[in-house]
């Protein structure tokens, strides 16, 4: 029970806003060699969750920023500051106390998660040369756009466009957990405590990823 406020916002963020634009063919994002893009099967029947990459590959200092911009992205800011809201009225942990400097322990712990996550994560990008950008699969079905979505959670796209195990994320979201330990007090610093965090931070991603799969289709339906 101590972390169900984290899981409370599993989705809340995830469904309000879908940050990191997405990579994706037709849609006008990410059209140039900062950002790159990606190319689909034109045959409808050949559409499955796989696409076929033609991005272009960030820049090391591309990634760099692209991860660092994370820690203040609106949804990012959203997420830690209603997580705090949740511990406030929770009162977990105890030990921060109420009022306004315990909700800001609330919210650094929370940004202090998110800048552990995508450091650790950075990390993994340059040394197994990841591609930190979703990509999204306008064309199929539901089934396979979903698939497609949950799978980056754990399958990365390569700079050289091939997949491996997405040790970015799971590195990231569970070396965060641990991370987290040095400034959560006793009680919510222990072994279990840090596989929590990184298990909910997975589910997290994955839920974003959803959104950032299928919120444009909803957002702008006359592109689809």
Request: cysteine-free; charged content about 15%.
């Given at each position: 029970m101590k972390l169900l406020n984290l899981g409370l916002l599993i989705a809340i963020p995830a469904l309000l806003v879908a940050q990191d634009p997405p990579v994706a063919a037709g849609d006008g994002t990410h059209q140039n060699a900062a950002a790159g893009s990606v190319a689909y099967p034109s045959d409808s029947s050949q559409s499955s969750a796989t696409p076929v990459t033609t991005f272009e590959p960030l820049t090391p200092g591309q990634k760099v920023k692209r991860r660092a911009l994370r820690l203040i992205e609106p949804v990012?800011?959203?997420?830690?500051?209603?997580?705090?809201?949740?511990?406030?009225?929770?009162?977990?942990?105890?030990?921060?106390?109420?009022?306004?400097?315990?909700?800001?322990?609330?919210?650094?712990?929370?940004?202090?998660?998110?800048?552990?996550?995508?450091?650790?994560?950075?990390?993994?990008?340059?040394?197994?040369?990841?591609?930190?950008?979703?990509?999204?699969?306008?064309?199929g079905g539901f089934r396979p756009r979903l698939w497609n979505a949950v799978s980056q959670t754990f399958l990365a796209y390569k700079d050289s466009g091939g997949r491996m195990i997405n040790v970015s994320e799971i590195g990231g979201n569970f070396g965060a957990g641990f991370i987290s330990n040095t400034w959560e007090p006793k009680g919510y610093n222990s072994t279990g405590d840090a596989l929590v965090r990184g298990a909910l931070g997975l589910a997290y991603h994955t839920a974003r990823n959803v959104a950032r799969e299928f919120l444009p289709d909803v957002m702008h339906p006359q592109r689809h």
């Open positions: 990012t800011l959203f997420s830690s500051a209603a997580g705090a809201g949740i511990e406030q009225l929770r009162n977990v942990p105890p030990e921060w106390g109420q009022g306004a400097e315990g909700y800001a322990r609330r919210f650094a712990s929370a940004e202090g998660f998110t800048a552990a996550h995508n450091g650790v994560a950075l990390g993994f990008d340059l040394a197994f040369h990841l591609d930190p950008r979703y990509h999204r699969l306008p064309q």
